[in-house]
């Protein structure tokens, strides 16, 4: 069964690095998505992607955040400069035009 | 006041009873209602999709929505140790790509 592939598995930066949490969404999916889960929180929005461009962002999203397409096959989340509370599994979502969403088995960010 | 709301349990039943599962939602716009599986360390599995009200299965399992009184359930028949995990609901609106989880509720079948 096609699966939603995202790497690095685990990603540890220093606070005010840069990072970048890559995905590869199943194949012929339209919709792609972004969410992440605090350590004992909930799994949370923060922003969806349909045809190039954002279609929705939470209030979490912020100028800090951007995501991108680069190459029709992976979606990327980029996070300009870590703080210690963006410390979390970052998931990585995709549907097909009325389908469910699947997601991915995330990325455990570690902001030291 | 929180838009779904889950009991986070722990619950933990023997191998082999029937599991209920439920959450209350507050946004009566929702119409599409999710329950994923997460086991530790991975990301949510969807088990059951649901379209506004009524039930639906799918071998052990059963989904239930009622929109009348915001409820959403999850049965897990003959339950076994593998079904050990954090089950999530989920709702988003019609035309609306966000989707509101609950908190999750811990489940361990005890052999």
């Known amino acids: 069964e096609p699966e939603v592939t995202q790497t690095p598995s685990h990603q540890v930066t220093q606070m005010g690095q840069e990072v970048i949490l890559r995905c590869v969404p199943i194949s012929n999916h339209l919709y792609f998505y972004w969410y992440r889960q605090i350590l004992g929180q909930k799994v949370e929005f923060l922003v969806s992607f349909y045809n190039n461009e954002i279609s929705e962002k939470s209030e979490i999203f912020d100028d800090q955040f951007s995501v991108e397409r680069p190459d029709g096959s992976n979606f990327t989340l980029k996070i300009r400069s870590t703080k210690l509370e963006d410390s979390a599994m970052y998931f990585c979502?995709?549907?097909?035009?009325?389908?469910?969403?699947?997601f991915g088995n995330g990325t455990r960010l570690t902001v030291t | 006041q929180k838009e779904v709301e889950q009991d986070p349990g722990p619950l933990s039943v023997p191998e082999g009873a029937i599991v209920s599962l439920n959450c209350t939602y507050s946004?009566?716009?929702?119409?599409?209602f999710m329950w994923y599986r997460q086991y530790s360390r991975k990301g949510p599995e969807l088990l059951m999709y649901t379209y506004s009200s009524g039930n639906k299965e799918d071998g052990r399992f059963t989904a239930q929505v009622d929109k009348s009184s915001k409820y959403i359930s999850l049965f897990i028949r003959d339950s076994q140790p593998s079904d050990s995990a954090t089950y999530l609901c989920?709702?988003?609106?019609?035309?609306?790509?966000?989707?509101?989880f609950g908190t999750g509720t811990r489940l361990t079948i005890i052999p």
């Open positions: 989920a709702a988003r609106n019609f035309g609306n790509e966000k989707l509101t």
């Open positions: 979502a995709s549907r097909h035009r009325t389908s469910p969403l699947h």
């Open positions: 946004n009566s716009a929702f119409q599409y």
